[in-house]
C-alpha cells in the first residue's frame, strides 16, 4: 500500500512570495489533515478534511494560509504571503474515517525555508 | 489551552538500556494516547498507542504506561538500540467524541549510543 505522498520535498522562497504544496493521501483514506513542524517542536495541527470539507481549520492563519481538497482527494496548502515565521516542515497525514482510533499516516512533509 | 507536556527533551541511552519517556496531560476528555517515532527527513509514524482503560500495553520493545489518575502516560524502550536514535512525540486524542485530532507534545530526541 503506498504511503502519503507530498511535493515538493524542499522549497526556498523570500518573504512576501507565494508557495504552494501538495499532498496525496493514503487510498480510502477520507480524512486528511495538514500540520506544521517547527523546529524541535511537535506538529501543530493547520486544518482537518473529510472528503472534500473542511471538519477543523480554527488554528489556520487564514490571513495567509489556504487549503482545498479537490474531489475529496489530493489536497493543497497555500501560503500567500509568506512571512519568516512560517519557515518549518508541514506535514500532511490521512485516515480511515470511523474505522478503529482514527490511525494517523503521515507523508515526509514539505521542509520551507523563508528567507 | 489543551496541552501535552514532554520530557526529557532529549535523552542518551547506553545500547542495551532501558529508555524513558514521560508525558503528562490536563484535558481529561482526552482518550487515545499514541506515541510516534520520527526520523530525521521523514514524517511521523505510529509506533505504539494505549487507551485509558488499560494501565500498560506491550509490544515487543516498546511499553506504555499510563496512570490514568496522575494523567501521566510513559513510553519504556527496552534493550534500547542504536537503530531506536530518533525523536518521540507523545499526543493524545479524544476518539469518543469523534475528534480524532491529535495533540502533540514538543518531543524527546533519543540517541542510542553503542
Known amino acids: 500500500e503506498a504511503g502519503v505522498a507530498q511535493s515538493p520535498r524542499y522549497k526556498i522562497i523570500e518573504k512576501r512570495q507565494s508557495v504552494a504544496f501538495w499532498c496525496n493521501p493514503i487510498?480510502?483514506?477520507?480524512?486528511l489533515y495538514w500540520y506544521q513542524q517547527i523546529l524541535g517542536q511537535g506538529p501543530k495541527l493547520l486544518i482537518q478534511?473529510?472528503?472534500?470539507?473542511?471538519?477543523?481549520d480554527s488554528q489556520l492563519p487564514k490571513d495567509r494560509f489556504s487549503a482545498e481538497r479537490l474531489k475529496g482527494v489530493d489536497s493543497t496548502l497555500k501560503i500567500q504571503p509568506a512571512k519568516l515565521e512560517d519557515s518549518a516542515v508541514y506535514l500532511c497525514?490521512?485516515?480511515?474515517?470511523?474505522?478503529?482510533?482514527?490511525?494517523?499516516?503521515f507523508g515526509p512533509g514539505t521542509r520551507l525555508t523563508v528567507t | 489551552q489543551q496541552q501535552v507536556k514532554q520530557s526529557p527533551q532529549s535523552l542518551i541511552v547506553q545500547k542495551g538500556g532501558i529508555s524513558i519517556i514521560n508525558c503528562a496531560y490536563e484535558?481529561?476528555?482526552?482518550?487515545?494516547f499514541p506515541w510516534y517515532q520520527q526520523f530525521p527527513g521523514k514524517g511521523p509514524a505510529l509506533l505504539i498507542a494505549?487507551?485509558?482503560?488499560?494501565s500498560e500495553k506491550k509490544e515487543g520493545r516498546f511499553t506504555i504506561s499510563f496512570n490514568k489518575s496522575a494523567k501521566q502516560f510513559s513510553l519504556h524502550i527496552m534493550d534500547s538500540q542504536p537503530g531506536d536514535s530518533a525523536t518521540y512525540f507523545c499526543?493524545?486524542?479524544?476518539?469518543?467524541?469523534?475528534?480524532?485530532?491529535?495533540?502533540f507534545g514538543k518531543g524527546t530526541k533519543l540517541s542510542v549510543i553503542p
Open positions: 497525514a490521512s485516515s480511515l474515517v470511523g474505522r478503529g482510533l482514527g490511525e494517523q499516516y
Open positions: 487510498s480510502g483514506h477520507a480524512t
Open positions: 478534511f473529510q472528503n472534500n470539507g473542511v471538519v477543523d
Open positions: 484535558n481529561t476528555a482526552f482518550d487515545y
Open positions: 494505549i487507551r485509558p482503560d488499560v
Open positions: 499526543a493524545a486524542s479524544m476518539v469518543s467524541t469523534g475528534s480524532y485530532q491529535l495533540t
